[in-house]
């Protein structure tokens, strides 16, 4: 399996960034797949998740409301629209994967659990 961010980089407050996922090797059934982010002396945080069969998404707090995840199975990406920026937002953002069925319920339980896969990150910087 292999995850791989692009997309980070420099911007203003106020402005937008989209992430992008590229993933291979997730083969067997379906996904909870994400993003998390992680600033200098911080907790990794979960920001936001979709579930690869369709129909449940999970937006943090601090997120909700200017941040969009998507996903195209065919392509196998995942997408971040990240719009309003803030400079609390500045970390590396991580995309991930973890086994998941709808049948266990929404998506945002699968944080309960440790994710298996996860990319090397990308860096967003959000500048005053």
């Known amino acids: 399996v292999q995850l791989v961010e692009s997309g980070g980089g420099l911007v203003q407050a106020g402005g937008s960034l989209r992430l992008s996922c590229t993933h291979s090797g997730l083969t067997f059934g379906d996904y909870a797949m994400g993003w998390f982010r992680q600033a200098p002396g911080m907790k990794r945080e979960a920001v936001s998740l979709?579930?690869?069969?369709?129909?449940?998404?999970f937006y943090s707090a601090s997120v909700k409301g200017r941040f969009t995840i998507s996903s195209d199975n065919a392509k196998n990406m995942v997408y971040l629209q990240m719009n309003n920026v803030k400079p609390e937002d500045t970390a590396v953002y991580y995309c991930?994967?973890?086994?998941?069925?709808?049948?266990?319920?929404?998506?945002?339980?699968?944080?309960?659990?440790?994710?298996?896969?996860w990319g090397q990150g990308t860096q967003v910087t959000v500048s005053a």
């Open positions: 979709i579930y690869s069969g369709g129909g449940s998404t």
């Open positions: 991930a994967a973890e086994l998941w069925t709808a049948h266990w319920g929404p998506v945002e339980g699968s944080l309960k659990y440790e994710f298996d896969h």
